[in-house]
């Protein structure tokens, strides 16, 4: 075994050296009934590494990818250019085979990449400040409505229902476990939250920028309506379209997370992918996960980075920590900073524009080809068409043709059961975007 | 002495922020440009913003940046890595190959399910090995890492004690004073409260603590084994058997798992949940704090709870099962780490039925080899074998020279070693925990040990230089205290 280096002489002088005759004397505390001898389990057989590739490679065509057909599917993860350099920089072991930088003289490479990656985020958000990520987009905003719960001190969350259906699954198991009620607002009659609600009581306001369907929230009606009820404005948001829309935080949002995917991580069936985590200044006492922070050499004048406002985490606060979270998905973090990087600001407000120039030619393409646009709000990049047909079966043939037409919405939102969510990203051609439609108007006739 | 940078010159300037390297114009990658109509923004979204503040760096500088910054991070493929508690073995490359083939990393979670019959099997591949290396029922790969795991078996297991009308009632959470900070706090995300278990003075849990803990009110114990002491709890099936005769539940914390594959099986000490660490006993590789990887392993019992969707066999195929009523509910956005998955499987797939025990037993050979070359300069904490880590004491140098096991660590940096967990579990004073892991030669070994016998004669001899450590690195030790009195963590123009 390659991973294992030991040679049989390696093994009798170390057994010399602790004073053990065998390698099985070393385990006599285990109680003899549980053990097992090596080899017994029924596992499959060992494979070598030619074979082990070509297995590999042999389960992986059984799967439909999206390099085989043309993807306008998105609904939380989208199919966004990955620059090269993003993979360069990801797989250099220095970065990939770390861990948490406990050590920080040893890890100054990732300390600052890591502040770097604060900085852009909370840029990216309009927020003071950012922290070094999350599991997810899902169990970020779930942090982010218990964070406010104890700032608030009220057992109460509030929901558009226009956020992602998965992000409030994930929420709603969090808020069973420890007891928090959760509210939800409308939206699915006019593809907008309907904040008209008094949302008395509530510790926060949750919406997300653009919504699950694609529109452009008001936000600073949510901020009103937030204050109204005396709770916090918290934004599920996407990082690519804060390049091109007013910020969260113009709006004064006072948590903002977001999943982090979009910006240089692959899809890779939604994991890893990376949480985005930002809030207002005067919160940062109270934020869940690990913080980089700017400080001097203790003897010496050269700045440095360490991981800072450490009496908040779990391995000191233990039961009183603001989460549990340990490990976070900082090899995301890298990613999406390089990424942020690599396209900068214009490259950033480049892929956000075409996206919205893709989204407008789809729109008009598709409602030509039959489908009727089902909400008139303002969208980004993404939006909701209604079919004559049933979408699921819309959705298989236009499979069959090579396009992934989006996402049918009966199963999370009853009353759109005609209708589709359709994703288009920079990626996308006019010519693919026409073929989508001409595909479609055949499937409709 | 080795240095553990790479090609590094006085003359090199310190790694300046990206944001000092930004210049107008510039851009570091050829951004696709939308063949379609162009539209009037301000018609279609309203106001739009101008202000956004990012750098601009072309595509050379840019891997320049990466290349210095990685050039000061350590990481396994640099030298040894031996931080205990967080197994830090190799990462095989050819996990990173097969994780990056396109049948896999271009999947969308929300493509249908019978578009991905190839990712299923690797799902329920995952899930059947790990069934058979613990001995557990069932496993759920939907936890994004091992606090994650934690909470979702906590969540389980309250779920269960809600179905039978207990769920008021068993609202105590037992947690051993070793165990790791998660434990107690994954229980508080779960409504908990938490009460603590002493351990001995032979590093067992105490037994007694225990029975006068157990009444009415428990709902589980979070027992760590083998132990955040690197030792396997002997009273382990006892423990067990008390606590369901108090009607409550155990939980195990595998992130000590590398001691055990495929030598024991806690599903047969008597558990009813674990959690594992892929990312730590399956070589996922760390990638400097994450993503982990957190599995799941529990008993039938506590099956018809499991977050959805559940990927299992059924017949010949394999299906993503959503409508399950008793489910907990999503525990995260969607299949959990799946190309994570896919390097666990391709790692198990490699060590396979014949040599999968070589796992634990190298590493438990390597953990008793380094605790027997430093017994000398840094007693065990504990007079019996270790299992895949060792606990050690530099309580002497604290008291005769002002030494702190901190000092000793950093100064093994200037060795060229990444230092190893000071001061976790807390119940051992000046505690070093070192888990070498099976990936290390010999020769590693015997270097590492060597350091660290010299370095304690300078403990004695010249401790200054250990107060002074460490000198090698592009900066000396830094001062945390200022860290969080001038709270500076985002750059802006004016903060540097
Ligand atoms: C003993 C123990 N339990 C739990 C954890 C938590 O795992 P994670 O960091 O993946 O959340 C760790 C590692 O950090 C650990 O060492």
Same mark, same amino acid.
């Given at each position: 075994m390659p991973y294992i280096p030991h040679t049989e002489s390696d093994v009798s002088e170390m057994l010399a050296t602790i004073g053990a005759s065998s390698i099985d004397e070393l385990f006599r505390e285990i109680p003899e009934k549980l053990r097992v001898k090596p080899g017994a389990l029924n596992l499959p057989d060992a494979l070598d590494e030619p074979r082990l590739m070509a297995h590999l490679w042999s389960i992986s065509k059984k799967n439909v990818n999206m390099a085989d057909v043309t993807c306008f599917l998105g609904a939380g993860i989208y199919d966004r250019y990955i620059p090269a350099s993003v993979g360069a920089v990801i797989s250099r072991g220095e970065f990939l085979t770390a861990y948490t930088p406990y050590q920080p003289e040893a890890s100054q490479g990732y300390l600052q990449a890591i502040y770097e990656f604060q900085t852009m985020v909370a840029e990216l958000y309009g927020m003071d400040l950012a922290n070094a990520s999350m599991y997810d987009g899902a169990t970020s905003m779930a942090e982010a409505a218990i964070m406010s719960t104890s700032i608030k001190h009220r057992e109460k969350v509030t929901i558009s229902e226009a956020v992602h259906p998965h992000y409030r699954q994930v929420l709603a198991t969090y808020c069973w476990s420890m007891g928090i009620e959760i509210e939800t607002l409308p939206a699915v009659s006019g593809g907008l939250t309907d904040l008209s609600a008094n949302s008395e009581g509530t510790s926060c306001i949750i919406i997300q920028y653009p919504n699950f369907f694609g529109g452009i929230e008001d936000l600073a009606a949510a901020r009103e309506a937030a204050d109204k009820a005396g709770a916090l404005l918290v934004v599920v948001a996407d990082p690519v379209a804060c390049a091109l829309l007013k910020p969260p935080g113009a709006f004064g949002a006072d948590i903002v997370v977001g999943e982090g995917q979009p910006m240089g991580v692959a899809m890779g069936l939604g994991g890893p992918v990376v949480g985005l985590f930002t809030c207002k200044k005067e919160f940062i006492r109270q934020i869940p996960g690990r913080i980089v922070g700017r400080t001097k050499e203790a003897h010496g004048d050269k700045p440095g980075y360490v991981m800072t406002l450490r009496t908040r985490e779990q391995d000191i606060r233990r039961e009183k920590a603001t989460s549990n979270i340990c490990t976070n998905e900082a090899l995301m973090a890298l990613a999406a900073t390089v990424y942020m990087i690599a396209l900068g600001k214009n490259g950033m407000r480049k892929v956000a524009t075409s996206t919205v120039q893709n989204t407008q030619y789809a729109i008009q393409k598709l409602t030509e080809a039959g489908a009727t646009l089902h909400y008139s709000s303002k969208v980004f990049g993404e939006f909701v068409l209604s079919l004559p047909k049933d979408p699921a079966v819309v959705r298989d043939a236009l499979l069959k043709r090579g396009i992934l037409a989006g996402l049918p919405l009966g199963e999370f939102y009853p009353e759109l059961a005609d209708s589709i969510l359709v994703a288009v990203t920079e990626l996308r051609t006019k010519e693919e975007i026409e073929t989508y439609a001409s595909a479609l108007k055949e499937v409709l006739a | 002495m080795s240095n553990t940078l790479g090609f590094r010159t006085k003359r090199m300037p310190e790694p300046r922020l990206i944001f000092e390297q930004s210049n107008k114009g510039r851009i570091g990658c050829n951004v696709p440009v939308a063949d379609t109509p162009e539209v009037n923004l301000a018609a279609i979204l309203g106001e739009t913003r101008s202000d956004l503040n990012l750098p601009e760096i072309g595509e050379l500088e840019l891997l320049r940046h990466f290349t210095r910054l990685s050039h000061i991070n350590y990481g396994i493929e640099t030298g040894f890595y031996p931080l205990g508690s967080c197994t830090m073995k190799y990462n095989p490359k050819i996990n990173e190959k097969t994780a990056g083939l396109p049948g896999f990393a271009n999947l969308h979670p929300m493509q249908p399910v019978a578009t991905i019959p190839g990712a299923l099997e690797i799902l329920v591949g995952v899930q059947d090995m790990l069934k058979e290396i613990t001995g557990f029922d069932e496993i759920t790969l939907q936890p994004l890492a091992g606090a994650h795991g934690e909470m979702t078996c906590l969540m389980l297991i309250k779920a269960y004690f809600e179905s039978r009308g207990e769920g008021k009632q068993r609202h105590v959470v037992l947690v051993p004073d070793s165990a790791h900070g998660t434990n107690p706090a994954s229980a508080a995300r779960c409504g908990y409260d938490v009460k603590p278990i002493p351990t001995t003075e032979e590093g067992n849990t105490d037994m007694e603590a225990l029975a006068a803990a157990l009444d009415g009110s428990v709902a589980a114990l979070m027992l760590t084994n083998p132990s955040t002491l690197g030792l396997f709890e002997p009273n382990i099936e006892k423990i067990?058997?008390?606590?369901?005769?108090?009607?409550?539940?155990?939980?195990?914390?595998?992130?000590?798992?590398?001691?055990?594959?495929?030598?024991?099986?806690?599903?047969?000490?008597?558990? +009813?949940?674990?959690?594992?660490?892929?990312?730590?006993?399956?070589?996922?590789?760390?990638?400097?704090?994450?993503?982990?990887?957190g599995a799941i392993g529990l008993k039938s019992h506590l099956e018809p709870f499991l977050p959805g969707p559940v990927i299992r066999h059924e017949g010949e195929t394999v299906i993503?099962?959503?409508?399950?009523?008793?489910?907990?509910?999503?525990?995260?956005?969607?299949?959990?780490?799946?190309?994570?998955?896919?390097?666990?499987?391709?790692?198990?797939?490699?060590?396979?039925?014949?040599?999968?025990?070589?796992?634990?037993?190298?590493?438990?050979?390597?953990?008793?080899?380094?605790?027997?070359?430093?017994?000398?300069?840094?007693?065990?904490?504990?007079?019996?074998?270790?299992?895949?880590?060792?606990?050690?004491?530099?309580?002497?140098?604290?008291?005769?020279?002002?030494?702190?096991?901190?000092?000793?660590?950093?100064?093994?940096?200037?060795?060229?070693?990444?230092?190893?967990?000071?001061?976790?579990?807390?119940?051992?004073?000046?505690?070093?925990?070192?888990?070498?892991?099976?990936?290390?030669?010999?020769?590693?070994? +015997?270097?590492?040990?060597?350091?660290?016998?010299?370095?304690?004669?300078?403990?004695?001899?010249?401790? +200054?230089?250990?107060?002074?450590?460490?000198?090698?690195?592009?900066?000396?030790?830094?001062?945390?205290?200022?860290?969080?009195?001038?709270?500076?963590?985002?750059?802006?123009?004016?903060?540097?």
């Amino acid at each position: 075994m390659p991973y294992i280096p030991h040679t049989e002489s390696d093994v009798s002088e170390m057994l010399a050296t602790i004073g053990a005759s065998s390698i099985d004397e070393l385990f006599r505390e285990i109680p003899e009934k549980l053990r097992v001898k090596p080899g017994a389990l029924n596992l499959p057989d060992a494979l070598d590494e030619p074979r082990l590739m070509a297995h590999l490679w042999s389960i992986s065509k059984k799967n439909v990818n999206m390099a085989d057909v043309t993807c306008f599917l998105g609904a939380g993860i989208y199919d966004r250019y990955i620059p090269a350099s993003v993979g360069a920089v990801i797989s250099r072991g220095e970065f990939l085979t770390a861990y948490t930088p406990y050590q920080p003289e040893a890890s100054q490479g990732y300390l600052q990449a890591i502040y770097e990656f604060q900085t852009m985020v909370a840029e990216l958000y309009g927020m003071d400040l950012a922290n070094a990520s999350m599991y997810d987009g899902a169990t970020s905003m779930a942090e982010a409505a218990i964070m406010s719960t104890s700032i608030k001190h009220r057992e109460k969350v509030t929901i558009s229902e226009a956020v992602h259906p998965h992000y409030r699954q994930v929420l709603a198991t969090y808020c069973w476990s420890m007891g928090i009620e959760i509210e939800t607002l409308p939206a699915v009659s006019g593809g907008l939250t309907d904040l008209s609600a008094n949302s008395e009581g509530t510790s926060c306001i949750i919406i997300q920028y653009p919504n699950f369907f694609g529109g452009i929230e008001d936000l600073a009606a949510a901020r009103e309506a937030a204050d109204k009820a005396g709770a916090l404005l918290v934004v599920v948001a996407d990082p690519v379209a804060c390049a091109l829309l007013k910020p969260p935080g113009a709006f004064g949002a006072d948590i903002v997370v977001g999943e982090g995917q979009p910006m240089g991580v692959a899809m890779g069936l939604g994991g890893p992918v990376v949480g985005l985590f930002t809030c207002k200044k005067e919160f940062i006492r109270q934020i869940p996960g690990r913080i980089v922070g700017r400080t001097k050499e203790a003897h010496g004048d050269k700045p440095g980075y360490v991981m800072t406002l450490r009496t908040r985490e779990q391995d000191i606060r233990r039961e009183k920590a603001t989460s549990n979270i340990c490990t976070n998905e900082a090899l995301m973090a890298l990613a999406a900073t390089v990424y942020m990087i690599a396209l900068g600001k214009n490259g950033m407000r480049k892929v956000a524009t075409s996206t919205v120039q893709n989204t407008q030619y789809a729109i008009q393409k598709l409602t030509e080809a039959g489908a009727t646009l089902h909400y008139s709000s303002k969208v980004f990049g993404e939006f909701v068409l209604s079919l004559p047909k049933d979408p699921a079966v819309v959705r298989d043939a236009l499979l069959k043709r090579g396009i992934l037409a989006g996402l049918p919405l009966g199963e999370f939102y009853p009353e759109l059961a005609d209708s589709i969510l359709v994703a288009v990203t920079e990626l996308r051609t006019k010519e693919e975007i026409e073929t989508y439609a001409s595909a479609l108007k055949e499937v409709l006739a | 002495m080795s240095n553990t940078l790479g090609f590094r010159t006085k003359r090199m300037p310190e790694p300046r922020l990206i944001f000092e390297q930004s210049n107008k114009g510039r851009i570091g990658c050829n951004v696709p440009v939308a063949d379609t109509p162009e539209v009037n923004l301000a018609a279609i979204l309203g106001e739009t913003r101008s202000d956004l503040n990012l750098p601009e760096i072309g595509e050379l500088e840019l891997l320049r940046h990466f290349t210095r910054l990685s050039h000061i991070n350590y990481g396994i493929e640099t030298g040894f890595y031996p931080l205990g508690s967080c197994t830090m073995k190799y990462n095989p490359k050819i996990n990173e190959k097969t994780a990056g083939l396109p049948g896999f990393a271009n999947l969308h979670p929300m493509q249908p399910v019978a578009t991905i019959p190839g990712a299923l099997e690797i799902l329920v591949g995952v899930q059947d090995m790990l069934k058979e290396i613990t001995g557990f029922d069932e496993i759920t790969l939907q936890p994004l890492a091992g606090a994650h795991g934690e909470m979702t078996c906590l969540m389980l297991i309250k779920a269960y004690f809600e179905s039978r009308g207990e769920g008021k009632q068993r609202h105590v959470v037992l947690v051993p004073d070793s165990a790791h900070g998660t434990n107690p706090a994954s229980a508080a995300r779960c409504g908990y409260d938490v009460k603590p278990i002493p351990t001995t003075e032979e590093g067992n849990t105490d037994m007694e603590a225990l029975a006068a803990a157990l009444d009415g009110s428990v709902a589980a114990l979070m027992l760590t084994n083998p132990s955040t002491l690197g030792l396997f709890e002997p009273n382990i099936e006892k423990i067990c058997e008390m606590v369901h005769a108090a009607g409550g539940q155990v939980f195990c914390d595998g992130a000590n798992m590398n001691a055990m594959v495929g030598t024991t099986r806690p599903g047969d000490h008597g558990f +009813d949940c674990m959690h594992l660490n892929l990312h730590k006993t399956f070589s996922t590789p760390h990638g400097g704090g994450g993503p982990g990887c957190g599995a799941i392993g529990l008993k039938s019992h506590l099956e018809p709870f499991l977050p959805g969707p559940v990927i299992r066999h059924e017949g010949e195929t394999v299906i993503a099962d959503s409508d399950r009523p008793q489910s907990i509910g999503r525990v995260s956005g969607f299949y959990g780490q799946f190309l994570m998955e896919v390097r666990a499987y391709t790692y198990l797939r490699a060590y396979g039925k014949q040599k999968m025990a070589d796992i634990s037993r190298f590493s438990v050979l390597n953990a008793n080899y380094v605790r027997a070359r430093l017994k000398e300069v840094l007693p065990p904490a504990h007079d019996r074998p270790c299992m895949h880590e060792c606990i050690l004491t530099a309580e002497k140098y604290k008291k005769e020279n002002g030494i702190r096991a901190l000092d000793i660590s950093k100064r093994l940096i200037d060795y060229g070693f990444h230092p190893p967990t000071n001061y976790f579990p807390l119940i051992v004073p000046e505690c070093f925990m070192i888990e070498p892991t099976e990936t290390e030669t010999k020769e590693t070994l +015997d270097e590492f040990c060597d350091a660290l016998i010299e370095i304690c004669r300078e403990a004695v001899e010249t401790p +200054d230089l250990l107060h002074d450590a460490p000198s090698t690195q592009i900066v000396g030790r830094l001062d945390e205290t200022l860290a969080v009195k001038n709270l500076n963590v985002r750059w802006l123009p004016t903060s540097v």
